[in-house]
């Protein structure tokens, strides 16, 4: 894996938030664009409730991750170590969201400390490397 495989992640998971809301609109008929958080915040349905919230956690998550990645390439990490962080934290997203949607509150939260584990080897290495 190389540096790139690590940037092709960030984008990815630039973009992972947008397919979660993507399916919460999705999910119920008669989405109002004209007041999308207003629309979100009187529905009821669950699947929607659970999508909307797996976007906002997408969102919270990104910002920490691609810190990470960037810092750690900028103190030298390995690059194939940033790359393998970066693929699993991915991976650990998408599988939170779809455990988020699916209603699998064990799954989620493994899957999303699992992520946050990365981010945390990610910033830690960064550190490391610096020190």
């Known amino acids: 894996m190389t540096l790139s495989t690590a940037y ?57 991750f691609a810190a990470g990645v960037v810092l750690a390439q900028l103190a030298g990490v390995v690059h194939d170590r940033i790359a393998m962080l970066a693929v699993a934290f991915v991976a650990l997203r998408v599988l939170h969201g779809v455990a988020y949607v699916a209603d699998l509150a064990w799954l989620r939260s493994l899957a999303w400390f699992g992520a946050l584990a990365c981010v945390v080897a990610l910033l830690a290495q960064a550190a490391l490397s610096i020190a």
């Open 8 to 64: 092709w992640c960030v984008l990815i998971a630039a973009l992972l938030p947008y397919c979660w809301v993507a399916l919460a609109k999705a999910s119920v008929p008669r989405y109002n664009n004209r007041d999308p958080r207003g629309w979100i915040a009187q529905q009821t349905h669950p699947r929607l409730k659970r999508a909307y919230n797996a976007h906002l956690n997408a969102l919270e998550a990104f910002a920490p």
